[in-house]
C-alpha cells in the first residue's frame, strides 16, 4: 500500500504561480512512476503530467507544456507540480497518483483543489 496526500492548492489570479506537493508514504515511493491528474468541475479526468521513477524523463499535457513542472525528490518521498502563468482552464481538483505502467493509476491522493480567478 502506498498513501498520498496532496496539498499547496488554493485560489490564486490568472497569470499566478502554485506549487503543489504530494507526499508519499508506505511502499518504497521510487519503485513508482508518478503523475499529476486533473478534474474539472463536470468534466472527465485529464492526465496533466508523469514523471519517471528516477525523474529522468517527464511527460506533459499540451496544455499545461512549457507553464507546468513536474519533478520529485525520492529522499523526501515527495512530488511536486510547480504550476506558472495560471489560467482559468486550470481550476481543477488536482491529485497525485502512482504507475508502473503510466496506464494503470495503482494509488491515488485525495485531492487538492486549484481556482484560477480570471
Known amino acids: 500500500q502506498v498513501q498520498l496526500v496532496e496539498s499547496g492548492g488554493g485560489v490564486v489570479q490568472a497569470g499566478g504561480s502554485l506549487r503543489l506537493s504530494c507526499a508519499a508514504s508506505?511502499?518504497?515511493?521510487?519503485?513508482?512512476?508518478m503523475a499529476w491528474i486533473r478534474q474539472a468541475p463536470g468534466k472527465e479526468r485529464e492526465f496533466v503530467s508523469a514523471?519517471?521513477?528516477?525523474?529522468?524523463?517527464?511527460y506533459y499535457a499540451d496544455s499545461v507544456k512549457g507553464r507546468f513542472t513536474i519533478s520529485r525528490d525520492n529522499t523526501k518521498d515527495t512530488v511536486y507540480l510547480q504550476m506558472n502563468s495560471l489560467k482559468p482552464e486550470d481550476t481543477a481538483v488536482y491529485y497525485c497518483a502512482a504507475t508502473t505502467d503510466y496506464v494503470k493509476y495503482d494509488y491515488w491522493g485525495q485531492g487538492t483543489q486549484v481556482t484560477v480567478s480570471s
Open positions: 514523471i519517471s521513477r528516477n525523474g529522468g524523463r517527464t
Open positions: 508506505g511502499r518504497t515511493f521510487s519503485v513508482y512512476a
